[in-house]
């Protein structure tokens, strides 16, 4: 049965699904270079219980998930519209998380190496520049 | 791009023939939430999909779809009599 949220209640849950995870990640950190602790274990586990549990509720319940992994030719118009401007805004986001993330981690590391530069580089060129090729692969005229 | 709003009679239409979203959607081929949008005017459709809708209704497509707020079904009855002069 398709599960009924209302737009602010689904905003919620995406804070809260993206927030536990978020918590799990700084749990696992500490208790990797820190220590584990009993508290550090018990609020990972609860960061993932609420984690599962947002998930199934946002993603399962509400069939958000099937909508978004189903093949374009299986949707409606609308669907499709919707879907693909979800894409086109996950795109965006995904790309500068990738690379803010993969910054932190060489900075972490103190490798400040001009290779490493040049990756970054690298992606932030082909992310940029890799939705104008697909066009310019795909499209007749432009 | 911003794109002007398409006004319709969809609820009216499919009122009059007595038939749930569900019914039409499955007879346009869409999810029949989509027919709720289409009715509340928050998604406006492709030609194709318009196409379908009028013909599914049988009636012309300017009758279905408007660039302009529709006036009621009753008074485009009365206009088009007064044209032909009944």
Not at chain 1, 93 to 112: H, K, P, Q
């Amino acid at each position: 049965m398709k599960l009924k949220m209302s737009k602010s209640t689904r905003r919620i849950a995406v804070i809260v699904n993206y927030g536990c995870i978020l918590m799990i990640l700084v749990f696992f950190g500490i208790g990797k270079y820190e220590g584990w602790s009993a508290p550090l274990v018990a609020g990972a586990i609860a960061a993932a219980i609420v984690a599962v549990v947002s998930f199934i509720l946002l993603h399962m319940g509400t069939r958000l998930w099937k909508l978004v992994h189903t093949k374009v030719d299986k949707l409606d118009e609308r669907e499709v519209q919707i879907t693909h401007e979800s894409l086109r805004n996950s795109y965006a986001i995904f790309t500068v998380i990738s690379l803010l993330v993969l910054m932190c981690i060489a900075l972490l590391a103190g490798r400040d190496d001009s290779f490493l530069m040049f990756i970054f580089a690298s992606l932030l060129y082909l992310a940029h520049t890799l939705p104008s090729s697909i066009i310019a692969w795909t499209e007749r005229e432009i | 791009m911003r794109l002007r709003r398409i006004y319709n009679r969809i609820s009216v239409l499919r009122e009059e023939r007595g038939i749930s979203r569900k019914e039409l959607a499955a007879e346009i081929g869409v999810n029949f939430q989509t027919v709720g949008y289409l009715e509340r005017e928050e998604y406006s459709p492709s030609l194709d999909l318009a196409f379908r809708i009028s013909e599914y209704f049988g009636v012309p497509i300017e009758l279905v779809f408007s660039t302009s707020p529709m006036r009621p079904l009753s008074q485009e009855i009365l206009d088009y009599r007064s044209k032909k002069g009944e």
